[in-house]
């Protein structure tokens, strides 16, 4: 990785918040969060992306989970 990852302790406020949200979502820091917190507006976004689908209540939540398992799996999570 070129960039080193912002961590939690790296920022403060809203950024900190939502750095500690998803450290305890996986159990340890979100590197794909703590690139995008250089670029705070770019995080927001990336985090409304993700969140638009149960938002919208047009997938049920079984094929919400489905999908992302699938995108997990395609990725390699060790989840």
Do not use: N
Not at 46 to 70: I, N, T
């Amino acid at each position: 990785m070129r960039m080193q990852p912002l961590t939690k302790d790296d920022v403060e406020g809203e950024l900190r918040e939502i750095l500690e949200q998803g450290e305890k979502w996986l159990g340890k820091p979100a590197a794909g969060a703590g690139i995008q917190a250089y670029a705070p507006p770019i995080l927001h976004a990336s985090r409304a992306l993700g969140a638009a689908p149960a938002k919208s209540g047009l997938l049920p939540p079984l094929v919400r989970s489905l999908v992302c398992l699938r995108a997990a799996e395609m990725i390699g999570c060790p989840f």
